[in-house]
């Protein structure tokens, strides 16, 4: 029995919030000096633009990667040898057992994130982690050693970088 702990990526709760913590701190300052005019003024008035870069960058963008934790979930995945126990803090525990997952698609929608598929082609769990990237391959491997599947490998392109998606389909 194996235990994966991640932070799930919530695209939509990431930008939003990082929008709305940017804005918030924007309209703070410009309050602290004296309206958008003066905030302008204070900033063609600072003189070196590396320093305002470097103050800006620690004010506005170092907090957000204290938060991100607040916003992204933490997900544990438990293993055995029947099934996955998917844990969330907010939802009910999810209990996939190993013989209703009929397809493995690692990186296939988005770089790095691994999709479990059931017999009639839904998804029984989607996983996109925002750290700990390695636990991707593990629990394929732990998949896998419960039916025999087929391996499928295509490579994709995403900007100038190509990389693999990797297909598994239980073998009949």
Do not use: C, W
């Amino acid at each position: 029995m194996k235990t994966y702990n991640y932070l799930e990526v919530n695209q939509g709760k990431g930008v939003g919030f990082a929008l709305a913590y940017i804005a918030l701190i924007v309209v703070i300052l410009s309050v602290i000096f004296g309206g958008f005019g003066g905030l302008a003024d204070a900033v063609n008035n600072f003189g070196s633009g590396k320093v305002l870069g470097f103050l800006a960058g620690i004010v506005l963008i170092l907090p957000i990667f204290f938060l991100i934790r607040l916003i992204y979930p933490k997900v544990s995945i438990n293993t055995n040898t029947t099934m996955l126990t998917i844990v969330k803090k907010t939802q009910p525990d999810l209990l996939i057992h190993y013989n209703e997952i009929y397809a493995v698609a690692l990186n296939a929608q988005r770089l790095n994130t691994l999709t479990l598929y059931g017999k009639s082609n839904e998804v029984l769990f989607h996983i996109q982690p925002f750290n700990n990237h390695q636990l991707m391959p593990e629990l394929v491997n732990e998949i896998l050693k419960s039916n025999t599947f087929r391996k499928s490998v295509t490579q994709k392109k995403l900007l100038n970088t190509t990389y693999d998606m990797i297909v598994y389909q239980r073998s009949y």
